[in-house]
């Protein structure tokens, strides 16, 4: 049997300090807050589908808390709409930053876009059937 050396870790490198990292603190959540908000506003003046999703949102979350007979089902309720909104963020990201790489078609562009398309699918899916199994024992 080969002996077997021990290996002293590779030091790793020292990365160049992130410009955009430096703020900390309250400063840092505050600027985290407002880039929040910045973010928000943008998918609501481009995404038509976020458009329609929050709009439902509106609608649903006061329906989830008169219609959630304990906390536990009103959360539940509420995290399923909740979810459905940042999965469609998180699609729109990942729609963007293919397009800053390339407008140019490509198979592994349109891969990406539809795992999220299909992420925010399978979102709105469980949204139903979240809603659904908490509402039809009742009808």
Same mark, same amino acid.
């Given at each position: ?43 609501? /003046? ?7 999703? +929050? $709009? *439902?949102? =509106?609608?649903? #979350?006061?329906? %989830?808390?008169? &219609? ?44 990406? /876009? ?7 699918? +399978? $979102? *709105?899916? =469980?949204?139903? #059937?979240?809603? %659904?199994?908490? &509402?039809?024992?009742?009808?």
């Amino acid at each position: 049997m080969a002996q077997q050396r021990e290996r002293a870790p590779l030091p790793k490198p020292e990365a160049a300090p992130n410009p955009y990292k430096a703020r900390t603190g309250l400063s840092r959540v505050y600027h985290a807050g407002i880039n929040s908000i910045s973010g928000l506003r943008s998918a609501w /003046k481009t995404e038509s589908a976020f458009r329609q999703e +929050l $709009t *439902l949102a =509106l609608i649903m #979350l006061p329906l %989830a808390l008169w &219609l959630g007979r304990t906390w536990t089902e009103r959360a539940v309720l509420v995290g399923s709409v909740l979810l459905v909104l940042i999965v469609e963020l998180l699609n729109t990201a990942i729609e963007y930053t293919v397009d800053r790489v390339s407008l140019e078609r490509h198979e592994l562009s349109k891969t990406a /876009k539809d795992l999220g398309s299909a992420a925010v699918l +399978l $979102t *709105l899916l =469980l949204c139903a #059937l979240i809603w %659904a199994a908490v &509402l039809l024992p009742r009808v």
